[in-house]
């Protein structure tokens, strides 16, 4: 049976798509990465031991870079056009390293 993905962002301690934050800045939700080496990576930089990453679990962009964070289509013909997405994408390298209301050498430094 198929599942859908979570409303809410995996991240311990992240308030992101519960119910009470209905009137807040919309904030976009990652789907993990379907490449197991890359999940691996994420579920052990996530630093979340009760309940394991899969298939339906999501990461709110609050826990990655902005450069990670696409939220305008580039097109280049012969100049820069940027065009706003309708929905944010996540470049390839993106890995969540800010990990909010968590001790601080918690979150990784960007490369």
Do not use: W
């Not at 934050?21 to 919309?26: D, E, F, I, V």
């Not at 012969?78 to 929905?87: D, L, S």
């Amino acid at each position: 049976m198929l599942r859908h993905r979570q409303n809410n962002c995996y991240a311990p301690g992240c308030q992101t798509g519960h119910v009470f934050l209905t009137g807040a800045n919309k904030i976009s939700l990652f789907g993990v990465p379907k490449d197991l080496a890359c999940r691996k990576l994420c579920e052990k930089d996530i630093h979340r031991a009760d309940t394991p990453l899969d298939d339906t679990s999501a990461v709110c962009e609050l826990h990655f870079e902005p450069r990670c964070v696409n939220k305008d289509c580039v097109l280049i013909q012969g100049q820069e056009v940027r065009i706003r997405r309708g929905k944010p994408t996540l470049s390839a390298d993106a890995v969540p390293m800010i990990l909010l209301n968590l001790p601080a050498y918690l979150t990784k430094k960007p490369p």
